[in-house]
């Protein structure tokens, strides 16, 4: 269709499921994401006429319910795209994923709507396009991307003449894999966290974090664990980054000598995150007390990867 136009979804009601995020997994900076086990739902529901927006959970009291809020805006761009509108529409989200502390919550309500929207009107539109309008809103599809499509996501912007194209490929999670978080009290920014980084990075540490995330590809595609605990380290973000959250690399000492192979800083944070096989309880317990440590107060939680990405859900279900 060349136009928008008011037509009759196919689908009167549909309610979307879609996993938190982490994203960098150490040097991996904008460009690697993994999806957890800990959800979001969007639910759409075609009305007569005008807009309602309904919020539950994390966030609740501080998301807009007008034209503003970022899930009615990409509802609206999907429809463009596809041509197609209802007259009217009620929007619930019901949000589990904690806001601004680094696990992707705004890219959960981004592909969460956009796929709510797609799939009212018998999905018009293609995964990748889906993907790209996501990525325009959040910037960067480290978290998009694994939020869409589940598992470990590899992503790339390729910026071409009169076209760009988000270029993304799937990794399984390694088997057995757990996430241990430690999610702090406080809130932390996208934009402040990505104010303190330096407009440019020592050669040097430009090669470091090649190197590593080289490697650590290639230890996901392998399942070698004993790869992945010599890689995970950074030198572009997670040191810039440690002055704003207190007793980081504490957190992560403490992390590892209770078992965990590998800690790392949550997306741009301030949630910090454990990758092990086991002994999960005594790791949350270790990075716990070393957040008290420094004044902290955290919540732990201890999530696997999502295999799957956003997928619908059964709408008329109890929630």
Known sequence: MSSRQQVHPQKERVRIQVPATTA???????????????????????MPSGVQIEVEGEGAASIPRSESNIVLRVIRK????????????HLRLINHIPVARGLGSSAAALVGGAVAANEMYGNPLTDQEILEIVTEFEGHPDNVAPALFGGIVVSAMVHGEGNNEVISRKIPPPYGMRAVVA????????????????????????????SRIS???????????????????DRLHQPYRQELIPGMQDVFASAQQAGAFAAVLSGAGPTLIAFARENTEDIAAAMQAAFGRHGVQCQTMDLKPCPVGAEPINPYQPI
Not at 221 to 230: G, Y
């Open 24 to 46: 960098n997994l150490g040097p991996g900076f904008d460009t690697l994401g993994m999806a957890l086990e800990l959800f979001n739902i969007v639910e759409l529901q075609a």
């Open 215 to 233: 490697m650590l590809i290639m230890a996901l595609v392998h399942n070698d664990w004993e790869l992945l605990a010599k890689v995970m380290d």
């Open 183 to 210: 999610i702090p009290n406080f809130h932390l920014s996208t934009k402040q966290a990505r104010s303190v980084l330096p407009t440019a990075v020592p050669y040097k540490d430009a090669v470091f974090n090649v």
């Open 78 to 89: 999907v429809w463009q795209k596809a041509g197609v509108t209802p007259a009217g529409l």
